[in-house]
């Protein structure tokens, strides 16, 4: 195991890396912008090297300055954590160049697998079924009109280095097409610097469904179960629960069986997710591989109690898989909820300010990964989660209500702070929600319906 490990993150993630590495033994050393120095992971890491401004792309997304941060403190190993640089091939390899352990897949792999068309082309190899469309990238507004003609409208054109969700467009028709295939790649070009994209079919009333894996160097592989994801705003998680409810279990094992045959072909190492849309029939289709930590990997642990980010400090490591697949026996079911700082009636607009008040919710079972505090001040510079509040439960019925109980004790407050925990309230209320019957269409569903008072109440 590493003695020293550089935790080249912020927020609830770095204080989630740094308490593994604490726990197995390892010391930390985290790297911080100005916005950050009162941060708790600064506060807690053995070391803290300051490396930039606010603006991530001249702190959080400046790798000569974390590389040369994780020199000055002598360790071994990056672990980025999810966002900013943990899916940038270029940053692993320039660890490796300097004798560090990026804590992830090796850079060819995490190249291949970022590329949305390089990863359909390796998964189709593999026999994972994809939604129809184009595999490689369409060059030509024309070309992408033969596309959607092809597979059928509604389309969604999505640029192929795109990821977070960013960069994709629905079209509804052929009228709409030409500006949005324009649009499209100039947002890609700016958003990731490739205005590459493809076109495939936007399958109505879908699910997204996900499958977490472990896979080491030496060629093994577990799947841990899967996770529905469909509550989204802006193609961004809101609500995720693990197992994926309302699915046979014949489709639940069949997901989780390519998912790890994709990976495994792809050469893919530590913890990743396979993402997969499934339609109402259960026909599911490869969306895309993601190479870290996933926000939503407290649900697989706690119907799992298998630590993740303690299995790929490990697996980075060197270690063989210290897991069989037989060893995963999931149990119960576990959902959770993200309280972003953003304000639903405006479209989910970001509400920073100070926290005048932070109390959030305990009691059995309810697990709270957050940064925020009493007097924490939520600043523009970076993505407005503050916290993820996930709860267990030996079946979904009582996990729901156990949600509802933590959300009405989760007492946050400041001048002008708004957060989606009304929203969230309205998302478990939904009679198709509380089946496990909804899709990806679930949010626009709820903003286009009426609202009430209690669930437009500030927090």
Not at 13 to 41: K, Q
Not at 77 to 106: Q, R, W
């Amino acid at each position: 195991m590493f003695e020293k490990v550089l935790i080249a993150n912020r927020g609830e993630i770095a204080l989630r890396v740094l308490r593994a590495c604490r726990e197995l033994g390892v010391r930390t050393a985290v790297v911080y912008s100005t916005a950050d120095a009162d941060s708790a992971a600064v506060r807690l890491a053995d070391q803290a090297v300051r490396i930039g401004p606010p603006a991530s792309r001249r702190s959080y997304l400046n790798a000569a300055a974390i590389v040369e941060a994780a020199r000055q403190v002598g360790a071994q190993a990056v672990h980025p954590g999810y966002g900013f640089l943990s899916e940038d091939a270029d940053f692993a390899e320039i660890c490796a160049e300097n004798g560090l352990v990026f804590i992830g897949p090796p850079p060819q792999v995490m190249s291949a697998l970022a590329d949305k068309s390089s990863a359909r082309a390796l998964m189709r190899r593999a026999g994972l079924p994809l939604p129809p469309g184009s595999v490689a990238p369409v060059p030509t507004a024309a070309a992408a009109a033969e596309v959607a003609a092809e597979v059928g409208y509604p389309v969604i054109v999505k640029a192929a280095a795109g990821g977070g969700g960013r960069g994709m467009t629905v079209v509804a028709g052929p009228a709409e097409l030409p500006r949005a295939y324009a649009r499209t790649r100039a947002a890609a070009q700016v958003a990731f610097g490739d205005d590459r994209v493809y076109v495939e079919r936007y399958l109505t009333g879908a699910r997204h469904v996900e499958v977490q894996l472990l896979c080491d160097s030496h060629g093994n592989g577990v799947h841990l179960g899967t996770r529905d994801c469909s509550v989204q705003r802006r193609h961004q998680k809101l609500v995720e629960e693990a197992p994926a409810p309302a699915l046979s279990a014949g489709t639940l094992e069949a997901i989780a069986e390519c998912a790890l045959r994709g990976a495994l072909s792809a050469g893919f190492t530590g913890a990743g997710t396979v993402e997969f849309l499934v339609d109402p029939d259960e026909r599911f289709h490869f969306l895309e591989i993601n190479c870290r930590i996933q926000v939503e990997h407290p649900v697989t642990e706690m119907i799992t109690g298998i630590d993740l980010v303690h299995e790929q400090l490990h697996i980075a490591a060197g270690v063989p898989l210290r897991l069989r697949q037989e060893d995963v026996r999931p149990h119960g079911v576990a959902i959770e909820c993200r309280v972003n700082v953003e304000d639903p009636d405006r479209g989910f607009a970001p509400t920073p300010g100070r926290l005048d008040r932070f109390v959030p919710p305990g009691g059995p079972f309810t697990r709270v990964d957050t940064h925020g505090h009493a007097g924490y001040v939520f600043g523009p510079h970076y993505d407005s989660l503050l916290a993820k509040v996930a709860v267990w439960a030996p079946d979904r019925e009582l996990a729901l209500n156990r949600l509802e109980r933590a959300l009405d004790e989760f007492d946050v407050a400041g001048s002008g702070v708004r957060t989606t925990i009304p929203f969230v309230r309205r998302v478990l209320d939904d009679a198709g929600f509380r089946k496990g019957r909804y899709s990806t269409g679930l949010v626009d569903q709820l903003l286009a319906g009426p609202s009430d008072a209690h669930h437009r109440r500030l927090c």
